[in-house]
């Protein structure tokens, strides 16, 4: 038997380089959309939340419960809530940008804290207009938001242990994954999306929305969560076969986040913002 038949077909340092640069497109699909989110917050909620005309909320007509009139603590905290949501969209991006990481430590360190800080007080906040003022269209979803909350205390505790402890390395997958679960709203709409749009396609060949939501309601943080958890485990100990195929996944998985932030932006944000 001749040894080129025993030599892989593609190297260990070939295949973590194909699994990086699939962690990186997908980065930079994520950079985009979270831009776009960004964008949409700043200019539709932002200064009318800091102005008080909390009823201008209502030209968002897909808005579950935003301005109730004479729900002055309601009002109150969805107004908070959205302007936490801004911290943590930008606040997060920042914190996964590896040449901040490495040349301003400082700052990483102090965006790190807001992140961290605003993901949890957003949190509570959520909880509250969730449980006290029953934003959630259904049992299931109110449960979904409580376990997606839990996992960000967690997590960001976690994150934040790590960073005292000058463990980089667990700190750096603890602050991912609350990233992830922090985004549990934008990933719900990219989702959310990407299905519709598919449905528009496939028609009664898939599930109802109704009983795709009902699943996304969970899957929206958890399915992330487990891509996350299966890239890492691949970059950790993954041979070049197992690096591969994550790569081909994480690939797979940004076409349809990136399918989901484009028809979110066209779909849901642009019309919005036109109304302005």
């Known amino acids: 038997m001749s040894t080129a038949a025993l030599t892989p077909a593609v190297s ?3 295949a973590a380089a194909v699994l990086q640069g699939a962690g990186r497109l997908w980065f930079a699909a994520a950079v985009i959309g979270q831009a776009l989110f960004l964008t949409y917050i700043l200019v539709f909620y932002v200064p ?6 909390f009823a201008a ?3 968002n007509t897909m808005l579950i419960t935003g301005y109730v009139a004479g729900d002055t603590a ?4 969805f107004g908070a809530h959205v ?3 801004a911290v943590v969209t930008f606040g997060g991006t920042l914190q996964l940008v590896p040449q901040i990481r490495a040349r301003a430590p400082g700052v990483h360190r102090w965006v790190g804290r807001a992140f961290m800080t605003t993901a949890i007080a957003a949190s509570v906040v959520g909880l509250w207009m969730t449980w006290g003022r029953g934003t959630a269209e259904t049992l299931s979803s109110a449960i979904a938001i409580t376990i997606d909350a839990v996992l960000i205390f967690v997590f960001a505790a976690l994150a934040w242990r790590m960073a005292v402890k000058r463990n980089v390395a667990s700190h750096r997958r603890w602050a991912m994954r609350a990233f992830i679960v922090a985004n549990g709203v934008w990933f719900m709409r990219l989702g959310f999306v990407a299905y519709g749009m598919a449905r528009s396609v496939a028609g009664d060949v898939l599930p109802s929305m109704g009983a795709f939501f009902q699943v996304w309601n969970f899957g929206a943080y958890l399915l992330p969560l487990a891509i996350l958890e299966l890239y890492l485990l691949a970059q950790a100990r993954g041979g070049p076969s197992a690096r591969l ?6 690939t797979v998985a940004t076409l349809v986040m990136s399918v989901g932030i484009a028809g979110s932006w066209f779909g849901l ?5 036109a109304k302005l």
Request: cysteine-free.
């Open 12 to 14: 260990p340092r070939s």
């Open 48 to 53: 009318s939340t800091l102005s008080g005309d």
């Open 57 to 59: 909320w209502a030209k």
């Open 74 to 77: 309601g009002n109150l905290a």
């Open 83 to 85: 302007l936490m949501a």
């Open 245 to 250: 195929a994550m790569a081909g996944g994480l």
């Open 269 to 273: 944000f642009a019309p919005v913002l």
